[in-house]
């Protein structure tokens, strides 16, 4: 069996510009080459598209994953393929991969098998700089912060209260509580800070909900990075930060455009995590796939739980984006690890997060079982058997060996859902929770209605600070809970469907810029640490290749 990395390197890629122009239509000049495979969509170009007619749009989420997920990115691809192959106009819109997954615990994330985008090598590396430039237009502020308190603190910063961190993307635990500005009064004062991934910046989640560069630049001029000793907020348009921002940011914002093993379009754009942010591509991205496509297949993080959750309360909130129908993946060998080896116990998962796309999201679905060699005729017709139970179509799926002539079963059934009376009307979207509700109503609806958790609890001094940002007015924001994605709870070892279990908030982020309110529960870390083999092991440059990546 050939390996993700062999599969690419072996693929004739076409050059982007013409395929682009083939496809699509567009001139090159709407286009900046990134080499020969790479290219950004100019926004010059997406803003004539305004008055287009959108496509319909199809979330892929899944069942709560082992580490090693259950490729959601994987049936993303290989369904855009196989709505090309019977005969739809399809594209798919995809989230940048992080470094730190790339070289710790989960290797690439460009699909795997004959279901890939491609480059694959470049886009899980460096791909066009999208990731580097929003790392220095956040480290930018953090030393903008610095500089301002070594020269006078004009604005009455207190060091005691900045909460603004600086980003890498990179795994590295020995970087989440550090003191900066040692070494004497030449290099300002000494004060705690810490590192997160890049994917968990704020400048990240703007880069994504963002719909212009104005609304870019706005958002992070409203970046709050700490409080005056009066506890007055003090914000990035204070230190005059939020131009030099987008100036860094201003190129990167453009949509990326690959392609597919089989030559169909990928816009792939932002890589915000769904356990620690809002686990999906970029407003400008989707919209502008909308408006070139008549199927958009785009994925949220990790489980319905998560991704899927924040996608609809967040990203759907805050855009208007409405889809019309939502794949939810699952393995055999998932289900099995949720009932400690019985499939029988363990496909409870699959049930509550089916339950909760119909049932809280409001949104119809069709559950796709992500084949492997290994997996049981019995099996299979067990999972079947279940879903059928519930009113919801299980579709066979074999992508990752087969491409998109593997998921066309998969594509018929979407195809159907998206045109069923049920998806025609965008009131079928429910959001969790009102924007009128309080904080702590939001937290406890997710909890409840989502998780099934019996209770919410968090210290006085978390309660004061949610108290204090409902009182400074942003009561109405929603709320980006991060906790572990290896379970409905936030404790990782509940496996199945548990219920009756407690939330605990342990940490509040103000995300003035995103407009959301981070809720960080049990032990999930912002910045991750590398597992005790890395991949980065396996990772190599061999004869002018790299490999290893999977």
């Known amino acids: 069996m050939h390996s993700d990395i062999a599969i690419a390197q072996a693929a004739t890629l076409q050059p982007i510009t013409p395929l682009v ?83 710790g615990m989960k290797g690439g994330a460009t699909g795997g098998g004959y279901a890939q985008v491609v480059p694959m090598e470049d886009i899980n590396l460096h791909f066009t700089g999208d990731f580097s430039a929003i790392a220095l237009a956040h480290n930018l502020l953090a030393a903008l912060i610095d500089n301002h308190i070594h020269h006078g603190n004009a604005l009455n910063l207190d060091v005691r209260r900045i909460t603004w961190k600086r980003v890498v993307d990179m795994n590295d635990r020995a970087l989440r509580d550090i003191t900066v500005a040692l070494g004497g009064a030449a290099n300002g004062f000494p004060r705690q800070d810490g590192f997160d991934i890049v994917v968990a910046s704020e400048v990240m989640a703007i880069f994504c909900l963002a719909d212009s560069l104005d609304d870019l630049k706005n958002r992070l001029g409203n970046i709050v990075i700490g409080t005056t000793r009066e506890q007055k907020p003090v914000t990035a348009r204070d230190l005059q930060a939020h131009g030099a921002m987008t100036a860094l940011l201003y190129k990167a914002f453009a949509p990326n455009i690959v392609q597919t093993l089989e030559g169909n379009l990928a816009m792939i754009h932002g890589g915000p995590f769904a356990n620690i942010a809002h686990g999906c591509n970029s407003v400008v991205a989707t919209r502008a796939a909308l408006q070139l496509s008549d199927y958009v297949v785009t994925e ?135 924007d009128s509700d309080t904080l702590w109503e939001k937290v406890e609806k997710v909890a409840r209605r989502v998780y099934r958790a019996e209770s919410v609890t968090a210290s006085s001094k978390i309660h004061q600070q949610i108290a204090q940002l409902q009182a400074a007015g942003y009561g109405h924001y929603p ?53 005790k083999a890395p991949a980065a092991h396996k990772i190599d440059f061999v004869d002018g290749k790299v490999v290893g990546i999977f």
């Open 300 to 434: 949220a993080g990790f489980g319905a739980d998560l991704g899927a959750e924040k996608f609809v309360n967040i990203k759907c909130r805050k855009s208007g984006l409405r889809p019309s129908a939502c794949v939810v993946v699952g393995t055999i060998r998932s289900l099995k690890h949720q009932g400690n080896g019985d499939l029988a116990v363990g496909i409870v998962n699959l049930e509550r997060h089916v339950d909760n796309v119909r049932n809280v999201y409001g949104l119809p679905c069709v559950v796709a079982i992500n084949q492997f060699d290994n997996d049981s005729e019995s099996d299979m017709t067990l999972v079947e058997t279940r879903m059928q139970a519930l009113g919801v179509q299980t579709v066979r799926s074999s992508h990752w060996a087969e491409g998109g002539k593997g998921a066309e079963a998969l594509a018929h059934a979407v195809v159907a859902l998206c045109e069923s009376e049920s998806a025609q009307s965008a009131s079928t979207l429910r959001f969790t929770y009102d």
């Open 479 to 531: 709320i980006c809970i991060a906790k572990t994605p290896y379970s409905f709870s936030s404790d990782a070892t509940l496996l199945g469907a548990p219920h009756a279990h407690t939330l605990d908030i342990r940490e509040v982020r103000l995300s003035a810029g995103a407009e959301f309110i981070v809720m960080v529960c049990g032990d999930v870390m912002t910045m991750p640490g590398l597992p």
């Open 21 to 103: 122009q083939t496809r699509l239509g567009i001139a090159p000049e709407h286009l900046e080459p990134y080499g020969h495979f790479k290219a950004k969509l100019s926004l010059d170009y997406i803003q004539s598209l305004k008055n287009q007619p959108n496509g319909k749009l199809i979330l892929v989420t899944a069942i709560t994953p082992t580490p090693a997920g259950e490729g959601k990115t994987t049936t993303s691809i290989g369904l855009a393929d196989a709505l090309n192959h019977i005969g739809k106009k399809a594209m798919v819109c995809l989230r940048e991969p992080s470094l730190g997954p790339v070289f």
